[in-house]
């Protein structure tokens, strides 16, 4: 069974960091393409972060210079290092997995609100 669990949201004051994990499990994870997306109230999906399975990252233009994804495929897990929060990263973060072959997985999601 195919399961991606996220953790590590919270509150936090502008500012400070957080750090979100997804642990995958049912699914070949070091082949995967990992992704961060988050979703505010009233507002479009946007992806964060992408990992490669050889550890190329790229990010969205908004959180570039703040946010580091990364990867442990030794605990087949991803990480969201999250510094410098501001309000407007407020939103529930989804981790996302590609699979070999294009098969695509979500995480429930993990709340982060930024506020003062």
């Known amino acids: 069974q195919v399961q991606l669990v996220e953790s590590g949201g919270g509150s936090v004051q502008p500012g400070g960091s957080l750090t979100l994990s997804c642990a995958a499990s049912?699914?070949?994870?070091?082949?995967?393409?990992m992704r961060w997306y988050r979703q505010a109230p009233g507002k479009e999906q946007e992806l964060v972060a992408v990992v490669t399975s050889s550890d190329g990252a790229n990010y969205g233009e908004s959180v570039k210079g703040r946010f580091t994804i990364s990867r442990d495929n030794a605990k087949n897990t991803v990480y969201l290092r999250m510094n410098s929060l501001k309000p407007e990263d407020t939103a529930v973060y989804y981790c996302?997995?590609?699979?070999?072959?294009?098969?695509?997985?979500w995480g429930q999601g993990t709340q982060v609100t930024v506020s003062s």
């Open positions: 996302n997995a590609v699979a070999y072959r294009g098969t695509m997985y």
């Open positions: 049912g699914f070949d994870f070091s082949r995967s393409l």
